[in-house]
């Protein structure tokens, strides 16, 4: 079946530090994966995204590249702020072969707090 | 700008209730999904739906209904609150395939 694993928090880092949140995933199919961001009291938001293996999303200083040979998907920003404390969710779609909707799985979520 | 609108913030109820969480989009997207997101466990699917009318189970739909009458709102009902549902439910709607899921900015519920 479908599952992602991220790695557990809380993460605490201080500013200007370099982050790595690990996240692999488990797919039947032909998956495009996701990271997903929610700041305190809101709704999860697509921090970015990749469709293929060695695509490379980013976005915000963010980056994850798809690596089929590893089923991975690390999320790495090589310069934090305070205003990247958030909730990180990797999640994966899996629109492959048999699937009629591409439904996102979810990993647990990852506590980044960010100290000045 | 996309928007998904969730009928509260904040609810409180009581075990035995029964509970409407309503969910509205605003870009005539055709899917529309139901969580719910407690502490180490992430985001569950609990319902989606693929078009008006049409609805299929996620992970966890035992305690659950929903209703997709209209494109735009789709509604998750409680038939009889119980405690054990008090948690964050975040509503999403995606235009289809592959695309981006946008999401609600959540309801808390707790059910004394």
């Known amino acids: 079946g479908n599952s992602v694993t991220q790695m557990e928090g809380p993460v605490t880092l201080s500013e200007e530090a370099f982050l790595t949140i690990n996240c692999t995933y488990t797919?039947?199919?032909?998956?495009?994966l996701f990271w997903y961001v929610q700041y305190p009291g809101e709704g999860l938001q697509l921090l970015l995204k990749?469709?293929?293996?060695?695509d490379k999303g980013s976005n915000k200083g963010f980056e994850a590249t798809y690596r089929k040979e590893t089923t991975s998907f690390h999320l790495e920003k090589g310069s934090v702020q305070v205003s990247d404390s958030a909730v990180y969710f990797c999640?994966?779609?899996?629109?492959?072969?048999?699937?009629?909707?591409?439904?996102?799985?979810f990993g647990r979520g990852t506590q980044l707090t960010v100290w000045p | 700008d996309v928007k998904v609108t969730q009928s509260s913030r904040y609810l409180v109820k009581r075990t035995g209730e029964k509970v409407f969480l309503e969910c509205v989009q605003d870009?005539?997207?055709?899917?529309m999904f139901w969580y719910r997101q407690d502490p180490g466990l992430g985001l569950r699917l609990i319902y989606f739906?693929?078009?008006?009318?049409?609805?299929e189970k996620g992970d966890i739909p035992e305690g659950y209904s929903v209703s997709r009458e209209k494109k735009e709102r789709f509604s998750l009902i409680l038939e009889s609150a119980s405690t054990n549902q008090t948690s964050m439910y975040l509503c999403a709607s995606r235009e289809g395939g592959d695309n981006e899921q946008f999401f609600g900015p959540g309801t808390r519920l707790t059910v004394l």
């Open positions: 870009m005539d997207h055709e899917n």
């Open positions: 999640a994966l779609s899996d629109i492959g072969r048999g699937s009629t909707l591409g439904r996102l799985y």
């Open positions: 797919a039947t199919g032909y998956p495009s």
């Open positions: 990749a469709t293929k293996a060695d």
């Open positions: 739906s693929y078009d008006v009318k049409m609805k």
